[in-house]
């Protein structure tokens, strides 16, 4: 099978690739980090390689910054035993293995969080800067924005200019500004919070997720463990580096999926719930324009 027709969706893995999508080639490939584009898939007997996945022919657009392309000519010239430029590399027609690439045109579904910058700025004493924190918890950025106003006006510039006849300052709920009228280029502070609405992907939405998972379970292994009369026994540094080991979460996640009766007892419990909700829903009364809702 060959696909070229742009759009023609292929899927492979639970993943769905598209001719013509935008990708990035991620860090097992010698084409890591550069962003290209699906021109073509081929499967079966009509793949070029012997790889058991399929081919994804991909065409890289060339790196911009002269640090990555001293980068991709070293990796190639080391892969080639021959020393070898920009323009001997082949950027077109790239045969790709799907974990090779990362879509960049994952559709969001309408997913967004927001987000708040908390982005401090200042000139004083000719020192200047300027610094930016991000925050998924409002509060959390609130909280950071009135300790960097209290250690300002407590040993900080505007400490130093509280005396100052030309200081000026202005307050607002998600903002402070301090600055002496007339030497604001050279004599300023400002902090100030600004949230952003961010459209989020599967691939993002999936790193979250995981993290929580692998949060959790790391949590309920150190729970199962804490009283253990072995782990007693266990020093300080033994006990620190098996509950760190960056492994555990992927060692929690193999045991499950080893384990048949925690699969049946969720597979159970899916059944059950489903077979209540069904009996539930189906007594309900919908409109007919709540109940093609309720469908959809």
């Known amino acids: 099978m060959i696909l070229r027709k742009r759009n023609k969706p292929f899927e492979y893995d639970g993943k769905t690739y598209y001719i013509g999508e935008e990708i990035v080639a991620l860090n097992n490939s010698e084409y890591s980090g550069l962003f ?3 021109v073509e898939i081929r499967d079966g007997a009509d793949k ?34 021959a020393p070898k430029k920009l323009d001997d590399i082949t950027l077109d027609s790239v045969i790709m293995a799907p974990d090779m690439i990362k879509s960049l045109t994952e559709k969001t579904d309408g997913r967004k969080i927001t987000i708040y910058s908390l982005e401090e700025d200042w ?45 000026i300052e202005d307050y607002g709920n998600d903002y402070y500004e301090a600055y002496l009228d007339g030497y604001y280029s050279s004599s300023h502070y400002l ?36 009283q253990w009369d072995e782990v007693e026994k266990m020093t300080d540094k033994q006990y620190n580096a098996m509950i760190t080991d960056k492994d555990l979460p992927d060692r929690i996640r193999i045991a499950l999926s080893k384990n ?7 597979w159970q419990s899916i059944s059950e719930l489903a077979f209540r909700m069904v009996e539930e829903y189906s007594k309900k009364q919908f409109s007919e324009e709540n109940k093609n809702n309720a469908i959809s």
């Not at 065409?59 to 002269?66: G, H, M, N, R, V």
């Not at 610094?131 to 950071?144: G, P, Q, S, V, W």
């Not at 048949?260 to 969720?266: G, K, L, V």
Request: with cysteine; charged share 35%; proline share 3%.
């Open 191 to 226: 902090v100030d919070i600004t949230s952003h609405s961010v459209s989020v992907n599967d691939s993002v939405v999936s790193d979250f997720a995981n993290a929580y998972i692998n949060n959790s379970r790391v949590e309920d292994f150190v729970s199962q463990i804490e």
């Open 260 to 266: 048949d009766a925690y699969w049946e007892a969720y």
């Open 36 to 38: 290209g584009r699906i």
């Open 123 to 167: 000139a004083y004493d000719d020192d200047y800067g300027h610094t930016t924190e991000i925050f998924f918890d409002y509060m959390l950025a609130k909280k950071r924005l009135c300790e960097k106003i209290k250690n300002e006006k407590e040993d900080g510039s505007v400490e130093r200019w509280i005396d100052d006849d030309e200081l």
């Open 48 to 81: 070029e390689t012997d790889n058991k996945t399929p081919d994804i022919y991909c065409e890289f657009d060339p790196p911009l910054f002269p640090k990555d392309i001293e980068e991709l000519e070293k990796k190639f010239s080391d892969l080639y035993k």
